[in-house]
């Protein structure tokens, strides 16, 4: 059923990329299944934009966390939490004041209490678990999530965060049983899995690993996440390019629209030097996306790779006017002057 959603959400957004509830269902289901990367993906044209919304906020926090950025993920919980002062959102709004004061302690009672005022959801607590493992604060991290685990006993992501704690706690035991239980859940919670597959390498286990994401992947071909999870671990296993290739393909089959699987087929064509292959897919990348920073600076370095220095020129002036406000562009064009 997400899949289907997301498939019709989708053409939503390609024929009304700016439909912000299109966009805001289609980053909650990707959250919902595990596809953190892909939820991130999907927000980042709303992070361009100023955002208000409480709910939007919280869900960017909730990305942000899914993705193992506790800075941002606290950055937009705070957010959240001064665009509703009603409730529990109104003692969260009074830590992120004390927290902006330096009261760091008083912060997180208000948070607390905002946790305990709301029995059901789990932002306020998140948000404490984002902030305690910031400050590497373990213990108080675990303390917060213990009770968001008692108010959603059956949410994955939960136990997926548990799993990230155990391993900052260096307990794989302990992470491993948690991704295991997100899973259990969730059978196609990717986060836990592609957490599990890593576990899995670092224990020098690497196929239990890359069958753990196979199995995702061949279930749900039109999964993209999982396509591109896979692929990242059969690169990370040294597999042979053309089986990283196939994969990235059938990523791409999957969402011909979406810009990240044709980004990291130009990386891979790169990677093996097919300099024409990787401007080919770069180009078709920057027609179907002509104003997305990372298309200009894919098809700019995929230009410079094939030789094609004032095409590449030519494609990082349009990158800097994309954005105006950032160096790198300016860097980069600097470097391609020189």
Known sequence: EQVQAQIHLGKVLARAPGQTMARTMLVASHLALGESQR????LQ?????????????????????????????????????????EDAR????????????????????ELETASDMDDKGIRADLALVAGHMRRGELEQAAKALTEAERKQPDNPLVY?????????????AGARAAFEKALSLKADYLAAAVN????????????????????????????????LAYAQLQLATKA????VLATLE?????????????????QHHLRTR????????????????????????????AQLAAGDTQQAIASLNKLVTVMPRSSAPLVMLSDVYR
Not at 93 to 108: L, P, S, T, W
């Open 39 to 42: 939820a991130l993906e999907v």
């Open 250 to 266: 059938r990523a791409e089959k999957a969402a011909p629209s979406a810009l990240v699987p044709k980004l990291a087929i130009v």
């Open 160 to 172: 997926n965060v548990r799993g990230g704690l155990m391993l900052a706690k260096k307990d794989p």
């Open 90 to 109: 109104a003692r969260m709004q009074v830590g992120v004041a004390k927290m902006a004061a330096g009261d760091v302690e008083g912060a997180f009672d």
């Open 274 to 301: 097919d300099t024409k292959a990787a401007l080919a897919v770069a180009q078709q990348a920057v027609a179907a996306h002509p104003n997305d920073p990372r298309a200009l600076e894919t098809v700019a370095r």
């Open 196 to 227: 599990l597959a890593r576990m899995d390498i670092a224990d020098k286990r690497p196929d239990a690993g890359l069958a753990r994401l196979k199995a995702i992947a061949d279930r749900d071909p039109k999964n993209t996440e999982a396509q």
């Open 240 to 243: 042979e390019p053309a089986a």
């Open 45 to 85: 044209p709303m992070l361009d934009q100023p955002m208000s919304d409480p709910r939007l906020l919280g869900i960017a926090g909730q990305v942000f966390l899914a993705n193992g950025d506790y800075e941002k993920a606290e950055a937009y919980f705070e957010r959240s939490a001064k665009a509703a002062p």
